[in-house]
Structure formats: C-alpha cells, structure tokens
C-alpha cells in the first residue's frame, strides 16, 4: 500500500501547477483584453469593451481646433463636453461617468491618422470627426474596428458605412434645396447661369453633383470655380463669375472664403444672390467688413435650424451654453455638436439596456432608432445606411443681432426632386 503514496502526491503537485498556469494564463488574457480591446462583463453583468470600464465610458474627438474649421471645432467640443458635464451630473450613462478625449488634427490629414491611432484603442465611440478629407483616410481603420463616428462632415461618400453615420442631409441634398430656394423665390430663372464655388475633394464635389442635377432640372447652367481650404481671397474667382453672367453663385467652402466671396463681389458690383452650405458661415463673419455684403445678399442651407430659432430644445441649449461659456458665441457648431452627442447618448442607453456596451452592440443600437428626435431639429431615421438620415433642409439668413449671427426664413421642409435624385443615384 506504501508504494500507492507517491502517485497521489504526483498528481497533486501536476494538479496544482495545472491549476497555476491556469490563474496565470487568465491573468494574462484578462490584461491582453484591457489593453487589446476584446470584450469582458462588468460587476453589474453588462458586456464591455474597449473604452468601457466599470466607472466609465470614454469617447473621442478628432476636432480642428487651429485649422480652417478652428471656431466651428471649438464649439463642437465645449458643446460636448457640456453634455458630458450634464449627463454625469444627472448619474452619467449605465452607472458610469463620460469622458471625451480630445485630439486636435488642425483639418491635417496625416495628423488626424496618427490621433486616431493614438485614441481607437481606448474609446467606444467618436461623436465628433472634423473634415470630409479627414473621415474619408479613416474609413477603413473605423470599419475594422466597428466604431460608431458621426463625422462633422456631410458628403454622400460616407454613406454605406455601417459604423459610419453621417447625421442630417449631405451637401448634395443641401445644394439641390439651394437651388430650389433660389428658383421658386424668383431669384433666378430658366436659361440662367449660376456659379458654384467649392473646395476640392468629397465635400466639394459631393455639393457640385447636387447643384448640376438640380440645374438641369431647372433649365440652368453651372459654372464651377474650384478652390483649396488655403484659398483665402477669391477675387480671382468673383471675376471670372461676373465674367460669366452669372445672376446667383452658390458657395461650399469654410467661412473664410464665404466672406470673401460676398465681400469682394459687393465691391466689383456683382451684387447677386449667394447660398452657402451651412459649414461656410459662422456669426464671427459679421465682425467682419464682409458683414454688410453677407446680410445683404446670402443665404444659408442647413438640415439644423437657427440657433436662434423658438424650439424648446433649442431655447434650452443656448441658455446653458451661454451658462457655462459666457461670452463665447452660441453657433451652429454648438447645436451641431451637441445633437450628436445628445444622439450617442441615446445609443449608449439603449445598448446598456440590451447589456452590452461593446462597440458592436453600439453600433446596433444607433441602427436601430428609426424616429431619432433630440427636439434640436427634425427627426432622423438611422436604419437605412446607405441613405442619408434626413431629406429636409432649412433655410437661414444672416443677423449680427441674432443669437448665432441667423435667424430662419423658412422651415424644414424637403425640396422637389430630392427623392428622385435619391433613386436615381441608387
């Protein structure tokens, strides 16, 4: 019976360093999950995943804070962090806190490639990505990783993506409602030349594909002036429009070049009708010696309305953020900024309550909000990925006396066409 005693002692001492490698390997594999972005469940039984913790849930900005879009991303990310600042102070989301990491890529491509590499593994979602350019080199990388980004950038060549949501209407439903506008008021007529100043690249072309369908409806001819984000003085541009005839010019470039166009078509005595895509103003404009021009003659079309328009949700927002940012101007990159994250708070809510916060399951979740309403605008429908999330634009004005440098000249409302534009496009 004696020679029995050693084998069970054997195979306790296997036993036990089965059993230490196996602690160690779970070690192991739970730090590889933290670092790597794999999935774990949480104390409270919820699924998480890379930017999701316990105590928080991390999301990530890739914003233009000293590019052409500097004073649009600066409000897009106080807008944000006021969200941020509301929802922990309400209990935060899933019993965790919200944290927006912030990477500024100055509307540079290569700089944007490089903070994304540096934020993905740690966020669950981006509520904000500034530039069409900048969304466009990170598609592939958002794709792999199947995390939820709501670029600030509007082109058509974003749709198809799922994790991709491109909120609102794109520039070419924006132009094709600009020519809408500026033939049903008369502005212009059949067997009219229009302009058509863009910058290069999707934002650019996406708006030019949009107002040459709609002028060929419409019996018109476009004259396109194609122009960089660095372009700065477009008189060179304003000469050859006046030199072509037109009788209305539409513009889809950043603000900059918005005043100079109406700045330097005033004093050439090109005094006609401008309608610029919503991302080329901003109420610094109307500090401006350009403010007189931009009054008098442009138009703004915009899938949000004014922010100084009567909606409750809207009243509520302003009040806030002239709160908590005094002095700082209340512009269409705060409501913009705070719809979105307004928007992937819901997602996060609804995927807590389907007990995971994995970015899949994010993703899932904004999928499947077919009547998103915020009360800052019209509803979206985000179940049709390759169609945009809204049809209806509205259209605004310049006014240095208004809240936001607009006020509204008319409201949300689809133009004719877009829905055969849609299906013809496929």
Avoid at 361 to 374: E, I, L, P, W, Y
């Amino acid at each position: 019976m004696n020679v029995t005693h050693p084998r069970p002692r054997t195979t306790r001492t296997a036993a036990l360093a089965a059993a230490l490698a196996a602690v160690l390997l779970a070690g192991t594999a739970c730090s590889s999950k933290a670092e790597g972005g794999g999935t774990d469940e949480a104390a409270d039984g919820v699924k998480a995943g890379p930017g999701v913790s316990e105590k928080a849930i991390r999301l990530g900005a890739l914003t233009d804070l000293t590019g052409p879009y500097a004073t649009l991303g600066k409000s897009i990310v106080q807008a944000q962090q006021m969200w941020a600042d509301e929802t922990n102070a309400a209990g935060g989301i899933c019993g965790r806190e919200v944290e927006i990491v912030v990477k500024d890529h100055g509307y540079d491509v290569q700089k944007a490639v490089t903070a994304y590499a540096d934020i993905a593994p740690d966020v669950v979602a981006l509520p904000q990505v500034i530039g069409s350019p900048v969304v466009a080199a990170l598609l592939d990388d958002i794709e792999r990783d199947g995390m939820l980004t709501f670029p600030q950038a509007w082109a058509a060549s974003l749709l198809g993506k799922d994790a991709v949501q491109v909120l609102g209407t794109t520039y070419d439903l924006d132009m094709i409602a600009a020519v809408d506008f500026l033939t049903r008021t008369k502005k212009i007529a059949k067997g009219d030349t229009i302009g058509h100043v863009y910058f290069e690249g999707d934002y650019g072309a996406n708006a030019l594909e949009g107002s040459e369908w709609a002028a060929e409806q419409a019996g018109i001819k476009v004259v396109g002036q194609k122009i960089k984000a660095t372009d700065t003085d477009l008189t060179a541009q304003v000469s050859a429009l006046s030199n072509a005839g037109v009788k209305a010019v539409l513009i889809s470039a950043g603000p900059a070049q918005t005043a100079s166009l109406a700045g330097v078509a005033a004093a050439r005595g090109l005094k006609v009708p401008i309608v610029s895509s919503a991302p080329g103003y901003s109420p610094q404009l109307m500090k401006t010696p350009a403010a007189p021009a931009l009054e008098a003659m442009v138009h703004v079309v915009s899938a949000a309305p004014a922010v100084s328009s009567d909606l409750p949700g809207v009243k509520k927002m302003v009040a806030s953020y002239s709160k908590k940012y005094p002095g700082e101007p209340v512009d269409s990159g705060v409501l913009s900024g705070y719809n979105a994250a307004q928007l992937i708070g819901a997602d996060l809510e609804k995927a807590c309550e389907g007990g995971s916060l994995t970015r899949e399951a994010v993703v899932k979740a904004h999928r499947s909000q077919k009547n998103a309403d915020t009360g800052l605008g019209t509803p979206q429908n985000f179940t049709f990925v390759t169609e945009p999330a809204s049809r209806s634009t509205y259209v605004l004005k310049p006014d240095a006396k208004a809240v936001g440098g607009l006020v509204g000249v008319e409201d949300a409302h689809k133009a004719p066409g877009v829905d055969a534009y849609l299906a013809a496009r496929g």
